[in-house]
């Protein structure tokens, strides 16, 4: 409400005030399910060249929750192309694990390649994924347990840490711990605000099916 308000105003925005209010209206209709609507509102913000990483995150996460994979591929490899270099490990990781849910592990496994050269503080997370998305390519990871130990001892391993912890441990075997990382992020997920928990459901329908085969078996 209060952003149409703002965007309704007589007085002339200037461009950064103006796309915020934008990505205040994308956000509550991104949390009300239209992403369609979402999207196009991220788009209006995007032809204000402000902060254009950002922005382009914002569409693919609207564009792929409408079901539209290539356009927010686009968006994410616009906002690794665009974004600053401290930010740009951020966004080509979070193509590389949209490939991966995708299944084009080969194209997931170049791209998270680069974002492992290039992290710093999250360097471990994006290593382990790396590491994830290689075995699911059917490639043997030979530094599995040090992998896996690195991204638990590290703060990247909470939140999202736990998703690729729970499925590394998964394939090593090691149900207890894959049970307690995947438990740990579905209960993490659940309580956060709308908007992540419509960005991860894909990943929390991985946790599940996951723990569905080790309950299985």
Known sequence: MYARRGLAARATLDRTTHAMLLRQLYLSLYEGRHFRKAH????????????PDVLNQDAARAALADGDLDAALAHLRAAARRGPASRRPFHLWTLGSTLFLAQRYAEATAVLRRAARWGTKDRPLYRAHLALCRMAAGEKVHDLQDTINALAEAPCGQGYGRFVLGHLAYA??????????????????????????????????????????????
Request: without cysteine.
């Open 40 to 51: 196009t509102i991220a788009l209006q913000a995007l032809e204000l060249d402000v902060l």
């Open 172 to 217: 090593a075997g090691e149900w207890t711990a894959a049970r307690r990382y995947l438990d740990a992020f579905l209960k993490r997920t659940s309580a956060s605000r709308p908007a992540l928990g419509i960005a991860l459901e894909g990943e929390v329908r991985m946790a599940r099916a996951t723990l569905s085969k080790m309950t299985a078996n």
